[in-house]
T-cell receptor, first 113, second 110 residues
């Protein structure tokens, strides 16, 4: 079955510290992988995506993610977190045409001063 | 270029009432989707439309109906609202790969 697991419901990091949000997926074919961010009261905004090629992908706002096929993972990272990064982050997996993209349950990030 | 728009932004219904959530996109995309978002559940697909004139059930279609009015518009109807339908509803359209979200409709059913 196709699924996306984000093991951490919420994470708290200090401003300036590094961040890693975990994502594991199960998908029958070659996956297209996404990370989205949602600020309170807003829709989801695409941070980055992976389709093929270099397994380390760069996104907006200084985020990056690494695709590891052997571990079925697509973890999101940022070297230095800013207070404005506090939000909820969703990992997603899908195929061509975006049909039935499956979303993880989300990880809420809290940033402390 | 507004992207994806949804109306209303907020709605409170009593159990048994009906309503239609409206969605429109100006991105000229073929596919459109309705998701619901609930705490701890992520986003769950209610219905989708791969192209004008076609609709299909997603993961949680019970209690909902949809209409793909034309290429731009895709509406979601609750015929008899239930408290379990309290949620945030997102209309989404897809380009070749990635998805574009509307701002959402926060619905409360009392």
């Amino acid at each position: 079955a196709q699924s996306v697991t984000q093991p951490d419901i919420h994470i708290t990091v200090s401003e300036g510290a590094s961040l890693e949000l975990r994502c594991n997926y199960s998908y029958g074919a070659t996956p297209y992988l996404f990370w989205y961010v949602q600020s309170p009261g807003q829709g989801l905004q695409l941070l980055l995506k992976y389709f093929s090629g270099d397994t380390l992908v760069q996104g907006i706002k200084g985020f990056e993610a690494e695709f590891k096929r052997s571990q079925s993972s697509f973890n999101l990272r940022k070297p230095s977190v800013h207070w404005s990064d506090a939000a909820e982050y969703f990992c997603a997996v899908g195929g061509t045409g975006g049909f039935k993209t499956i979303f993880g349950a989300g990880t809420r990030l809290f940033v402390k001063a | 270029n507004a992207g994806v728009t949804q109306t209303p932004k907020f709605q409170v219904l009593k159990t048994g009432q009906s309503m239609t959530l409206q969605c429109a996109q100006d991105m000229n995309h073929n596919s459109m989707y309705w998701y619901r978002q609930d705490p701890g559940m992520g986003l769950r697909l209610i219905y989708y439309s791969a192209s004008e004139g076609t609709t299909d059930k997603g993961e949680v279609p019970n209690g909902y109906n949809v209409s793909r009015l034309n290429k731009r518009e895709f509406s979601l109807r609750l015929e008899s609202a239930a408290p379990s339908q309290t949620s945030v509803y997102f209309c989404v359209t897809t380009g070749e790969y990635e998805q574009y979200f509307g701002p959402g409709t926060r619905l409360t059913v009392t």
